[in-house]
């Protein structure tokens, strides 16, 4: 997908945001909360000035920069890069993200590298790619309702709807919207379900068989 969306996800006790489109990390929001957790005020904890202008972090940043020019994908260009407004702050690189988090705590480092370097938003992505799928596949059948399929895929995985729930999705979530999008895209394709209606029942049957009631 290319709309790009900021994801909040878990990293131990911490919120992390994260950016779909570039992947970039709001280091801000990590520092803050890191900052509250020691019971430091911005004024007397850590700050992002701090790490960008230590000797290895500079030497890394140039490292880094020499990777990103060789890099086809436009997106990927920058190290980091401060924005106003709403969910505003300094983002971050993935790479540079994984250094700043361990500069914050080395304790760190484990938690961090599995975070960094799970399929989450692979997952999201594909959920993307695979809706647009299961679309194309879907308006061949008269009657098709793009927010009502996307409502029932939402009962089936989340027990609930909502416009952000993609979001906050775990990695098992976005898997299992993935794994419904795909089958019922091919069974539209295969001509096994003929028709909008149809195709709602069968959704509501995996509800049932999931949930054992049907809300939508």
Not at 26 to 39: D, F, K, M, P, Y
Not at 170 to 193: P, R
Not at 194 to 205: A, F, G, H, N, V
């Amino acid at each position: 997908m290319k709309t790009s969306v900021v994801m909040v996800r878990k990293m131990g006790k911490f919120d992390v945001s994260q950016r779909t489109g570039d992947e970039m990390f709001n280091a801000t929001l990590l520092l803050n909360q890191w900052n509250e957790s020691i019971g430091a005020s911005g004024r007397k904890g850590k700050r992002i000035d701090d790490f960008l202008n230590t000797q290895s972090t500079k030497e890394f940043l140039v490292a880094l920069s020499d990777d990103l020019l060789n890099t086809e994908d436009s997106r990927y260009l920058k190290t980091h890069e401060t924005t106003r407004g709403k969910n505003g702050g300094t983002w971050m690189n993935p790479l540079l993200f994984i250094d700043f988090a361990m500069w914050l705590n080395p304790t760190f480092k484990l938690s961090v590298l599995k975070f960094v370097y799970d399929q989450l938003i692979q997952e999201r992505k594909l959920a993307g790619d695979n809706y647009l799928v299961l679309s194309s596949s879907g308006v061949k059948l008269q009657g098709y309702k793009f927010s009502e399929v996307a409502k029932a895929i939402q009962w089936i995985v989340y027990g609930k709807t909502g416009k952000e729930l993609r979001q906050s999705a775990t990695e098992e979530q976005l898997k299992e919207i993935n794994e419904i999008q795909m089958k019922f895209a091919f069974a539209i394709d295969m001509n096994y379900i003929k028709t909008y209606p149809q195709l709602i029942e069968e959704l509501r049957e995996m509800y049932r068989i999931k949930k054992r009631k049907t809300p939508f």
